[in-house]
């Protein structure tokens, strides 16, 4: 998967315009996570990556801070035509590509995954009319090799 990047034009790119990432030993474990923040327009993005070794999962938890309702959120993958996904769900979807490598990409919560031209879209829903000035949202999701 590649990301979908924007440019510095863009208000509302595809994907979070993360512009710095670090990684912290965080947690009693000292486990390793990677925390990004960004800006675009006069939204704030921030973001924490982590993998689990149990699960062989790479959790991906990303915010936004707007102070208007964002016209588009979320974050846009592309993948190669030589992949093949597969919608089990609004929330869960599965991937393999022609040796037989399997990925499946789960959203946590009400995020729905959308695929559509060789393009992964997780897109957390947006409420306009219950918009509030430096309003928060979150979307989570998971993406893990399976078996």
Known sequence: MMSVEG???QVWP???PFQQIVCENVGAG?????????????AHWSATIEGDSLTEAIAMDIACRSAAVPERL???YW???TWKAT???ENSLSLED???IKVAIDSVGNTPIVFENQRI???PKIDGTRHQRGQTYRWRYLVRSER
Do not use: R
């Open 7 to 9: 440019n510095s034009e």
């Open 14 to 16: 595809e994907s979070s």
């Open 30 to 42: 000292n486990k390793p996570v990677l925390l990004g923040v960004g800006m675009a327009g006069k």
């Open 74 to 76: 979320g974050s846009t």
């Open 79 to 81: 993948i190669p035509d």
């Open 87 to 89: 919608l089990t769900s």
């Open 98 to 100: 022609v040796s037989g």
């Open 121 to 123: 879209q997780i897109q």
